[in-house]
C-alpha cells in the first residue's frame, strides 16, 4: 500500500456525515478478514470552511493543501451547519431529523440524556470496537458534554477504549476534561494546558501503548478554528496582512436569502469590518498548530510503521460566515 490514504473536505465545510460513515465503515469491515484490519484517524475540526480560504496552507506543513491529497470527497455537504447536529450525524449516521439533536442546546437534544439513550447507544465507534479496534478519542465531543444533567464527566460513551473528552464547546486553555469518566482540570500553561497540543501528546502516548496486535481508531477533535481564536504564542502574530475575502457577496443584500438577508442595504462599519478581519486572521492563526497536529501525528505513524496501513480523514462539522450578505460573522446560517 502507498501513502497515507487520506480524505479531506472539499465543499461548505465537510463530507456529509453520512458518506463520511459509510466510508469509514467501509475501509474498517472490508479489511476486518484479513490477517489485521487497517487503521483509521479522523480528525475533526470545529468551524472550519472551504470556500472562504479556511483550508489555505502557510507553512509548509504536511497536510492543508488540497491538490496534494491522494482522495478528495468534493461532492458531499454537511447536513447541517450547527455544531452538535452535524457531530451527532457524524456519529450515529443519521440526519438530524431522525437523531433528534436539533441545535446546540441540551434542550435541543445535544448530549441529552435521550440523545445518550437512543442514537448515542448505536454511534460506530461501538461497532469498531466490535470488529475488535482499538478506540481513542481526545477533544471537542458535543457542545454540552459533561454537564450535570448530561450525566457529568462519568459519563462515558459506548465503544471508547480511551476517553479524553472535552466537558463543553470548545476553548484552548481553562477546560475540564474527562479522562475515562475522572474530572481533570488545565489552566493556561501553553506547554501543559494548550488544547490542539494536549489532543496531540495523548494520541502519540496511545500510539505507545496500544497492542500492535490489533488494528486501532483515532479521533481527534481540536478547537480550531473555534471561537474564542486562541493562538498559539508562536503563531500569534501571523498573518498581520490577511483580511477576509471580499467576494461578490461580501456586504451585500442576499435578494434571493431569508428576509432577514433581503434588507435594504446597510454596509457593515468600520469597527465590524476591523473585527471581521481580525477574526479572520486569528481562525487561521489557531489552525497552524493544527498543521502541527497533523504533521507529526503522521511522522509518529510512520515510525511506529503503521502509516502505510493507516486510512486518514480530515474533515470538520460546519463551515463559517464571513461578511456575506451583511452578515459579520457566523457559523449557522443557510
Known sequence: ???????????????????????????????????????????????????????????????IRLSSLPRLLSTQFTVTPLCCPSRSSILSGRYPHNHGVRNNSLYGNCSSLLWQKGPESGAFPIYLNKLGYQTFFAGKYLNQYGGKDAGGVAHIPPGWDQWNALVGNSQYYNYTLSVNGKEEKHGDNYEK????????????????????????????????PHSPWTAAPQYGKEFSNVKAPRDGSFDKPGKDKHWLLRQPPNPMSNSSLVYLDDAYRRRWQTLL?????????????????????????YTSDNGYHTGPTHVRSFSSLV
Do not use: W
Open 289 to 313: 498548530s493544527v498543521d502541527d497536529m497533523v504533521e507529526k501525528l503522521v511522522k509518529k505513524l510512520e515510525s511506529v510503521k503503521e502509516l502505510n496501513d493507516t486510512y486518514i480523514f
Open 193 to 224: 494546558d494548550y488544547l490542539t497540543d494536549l489532543i496531540l501528546n495523548r494520541s502519540l502516548h496511545f500510539l505507545d501503548d496500544r497492542s500492535p496486535q490489533h488494528p486501532f481508531f483515532i479521533m481527534l477533535s481540536p478547537p480550531a
Open 1 to 63: 500500500m502507498e501513502g497515507p490514504r487520506t480524505g479531506a473536505p472539499a465543499r461548505g465545510g465537510l463530507p456529509s456525515a453520512l458518506a463520511l460513515l459509510a466510508v469509514l465503515l467501509t475501509c474498517c469491515v472490508r479489511c476486518a478478514g484479513s490477517a489485521r484490519a487497517s487503521n483509521v484517524v479522523l480528525v475533526l475540526v470545529d468551524d472550519q470552511d472551504v470556500q472562504l480560504g479556511g483550508m489555505v496552507r502557510s507553512h509548509d506543513l504536511c497536510h
